[in-house]
């Protein structure tokens, strides 16, 4: 979205369901995890985290993005980081 941003948009946003608690609790807080589970922040290069290509893939950001979880239920949660 800062891509989308850089081209014209006045505001945009990146909106995050998740489904599967391990996305956001578990006892890993390092690589990709770090993140989501304990900084609630996006920032530089996140590498991908599996499949092919993995860690060799990235997006790389210009800012610093914070967030914070909120709860759909009790599995389920989303974010939403506006990038104005």
Known sequence: MEEVKER????TAAVVF??????????????????????FALYGDVF????????????SLSKRHDFRWESLDEQRKFYIIEIS
Do not use: M, Q, W
């Open 8 to 11: 014209g948009f006045t505001k």
């Open 18 to 39: 998740v489904s599967d608690k391990l996305f956001y609790d578990g006892k890993l807080t390092e690589g990709i995890y770090k993140h989501f589970r304990n900084e």
């Open 48 to 59: 991908k985290p599996t499949g092919i290509n993995k860690n060799a893939e990235y997006v």
